[in-house]
């Protein structure tokens, strides 16, 4: 080592939003002015993944896990760790437990016990803006291995031994794909990535790519390779500006590195890529989608066959996987298939990575060998539910997925197991719901979702999707009838039948797992008018309890409506003052009262 | 007050030429000129379809598709609130609400003084803090409606440009 210290600054979106870039040039700075800038390094590196913890600075080699850094903290980081040789125990990781002493190491980490991490093997661990470092890891020896040491055919061989399936969504082999693109017969074929991640709470493609861009510029070489592409393109949404920037970085110093352009490696194969931005269309997350919108045109989808491994881009044969997957192809060239089969399910192998949002402790990017608990996952990693909530349900595969209940936590996680279980594996976005979450306000949030961004082109999308909402919105008022869930199940039969693409045949999913796993939530909103989370304002009443009113008129005084006044009686037994009562018919329902009762006594019914 | 919108500058009209080659290049064409004049302006799209030799009407069909492309002037300072899941369920619209309530205008909206313009935004991938908003990119991490008065105020003051 040449520096006594490492100082790895986390530079994943949520740190970065959140002053690590401050962080980073106040850590220079002191370790500047205090002199000891040939001692420690220090690197923006990838996200590690505790996005919950953030601003994160990790120090090696003591592997000190610091969070919360505040760029205030820079100073004593370096006089103590640095200089001093002590570790700053205020800011160290501590469980909330306070048991357990981890020392802020890592694996003491019990977020990260669990995990086994091949697609994030690198972020948090390199500055994704050096390629050396990604050279330093095992960077480009698959590629090397490929080009050298494999014939096309083995490429795809050991890809098929691997067992890998898409990680966008519908979990196709990869192996299938690029042998049918190898198959067909063209000068010119064509290699994408598709970055358009659009599902809203999952961000593991970002992060992959902002950590360590340079694992699928090698990716798409060996595709390529494979394939017998020599141009390739990757797709991202224009909003991910850090990832499109460390992409630009990554694939000009791969150039200047021999590893992308002409005569890779000196082999005489040809691959260069180019980045092309998304405009904010979730349906280009679908490949027929993407590929017309790389062309310049509507996102809009077409109908398939022919498959784009045979007619994709400008109508060549174009090879399409996400982010994820060819994440993990480096590592299965260089590991081989069989080591990357021996981890995960009979069906699903490898790893996934899930982006652990809403009501949970530790929000953030988890990767787990497939077959993991969905209860491992929300407890184990992610703490269980914050604030000593109660779980309620958990929302796997975005807008196209389903909920899933108590019931189901412990379903080991696979592409084939979500879907019997009456969900998806989606993208990889895991969203936590407490008992406070009505599935009826969230289904309703998803298809509205796909409704906006239904294209148009085919009516039982753009009808169907429409439909069920309003059905939806109908009984969120509390007019709901028990005709609707008839309704409900005909339309989505109908869209799920007949729609062009994923986007449309998926939309009911979310209404569906409504119906089929909150039934009794569901009645209660249409048979009782009654919302049991509190959350459709319209089926909700506020009310004041009487004797534990103690006249104060605190919530009167904040209600906006002047719906509260105090009631024309004497004060009860024990009390000063009477009671005061909510006028139900000026009443907004908008929570003041309930926020400002010192109490208690104002409730939701 | 406002700049003369053509000629354009040499920077867009060589990036464009550059492009102008390369196949598929209109959505990149549009990137560009959004992000130079904060949105896309007739008379721009106009040149444009000059200068890449596409149908005027294309270019509308392409840019109405998307999200991202705004034929409307922005406000001076553009408040972006995320409406992911996470954000959605850890009250993101109570955020939207408050901001209509601070400065009158809705997601979608241009403020009538033209200081703000208010939008609904996918998830921008910082789930971590949610709810988040950003305003003119920075990111704002764990809001509740309680603070947006705050941080509206030093850009409504003008103390930040």
Redo the contacts between chains.
Sequence with gaps: MAYKNYCLVCAG??CH??TGEEIYQELVKKARDLGVEKDVQVVKTGCFGF??K?PIVKILPEEAFYVHVKPSDAEELIKEHIIKGRMVNRLLYKEDDKKTDTQGKIDDIKFYQKQLRIVLRNCGFINPEDIEEYIGREGYQALAKALTDMTPDQIVEEIKKSGLRGRGGAGFPTWMKWNFSKQSSSDVKYVVCNAD???????MD??TIEGDPHSIIEAMTIAAKAIGASQGFVYIR???QLAVQRLEIATKQAREYGVLGKDIFGTGFDFDL?I???????VCGEETALLA????????PKPRPPFPAVKGL?GKPTVINNVETYACVPMIILKGGEWFASIGTEKSKGTKVF?L???IKN??LVEVPMGTTLRDIIFAIGGGIKDGKKFKAV?TG?PSGGVLTTEKLDTPIDFDNLVAAGSMMGSG?M?V?DEE?CIVD?VR??LDFSVDES?GKCSPCRIGGRKILNILDKIAEGKGEMDDIKKIKEISEAMKRSSLCALGQTTPNPALSLINFFYDELLAHIQDKKCPAGKCKNLLSFSIVRNTCIGCGLCAKKCPVNAITAEDCEPLPGKKKPPFVIDGKKCIKCGECIAACKFKSVVKL | MADALLPMPTELTSFINEWKV???????V??KVQEHYGYIPQEVAVEVSKILEIPLAKIY??AT?????SFKKPGKHKIAVC????C???GAQDLLDEIDAIIGCKAGEVSSDEKFSVDA??????????P?LTIDGK?F?CVTADHMAGIIAPYQNDEVN
Aim: with cysteine.
């Design positions: 979106t949520g939003a959140n996005c919950e953030g991640e659009g599902d809203p709470g999952a961000y970002r992060s224009a909003e991910y180019e092309r931005l998304g405009a904010g269309a979730f919108s790389i062309e310049g045109e509507r996102g809009i400008w982006a949002t809403g009501k929000s953030g929302q975005g976005g969203i719901m979450d969230i949030f998803y294209c | 390369k196949p598929g290049n209109l959505i990149m549009l990137h069909g392409v598709f998307y999200h991202l492309f409406l992911g899941t996470a959605y369920l850890k935004v996918r998830c921008i991938g910082c789930c971590g803090l949610a988040v990111v991490g």
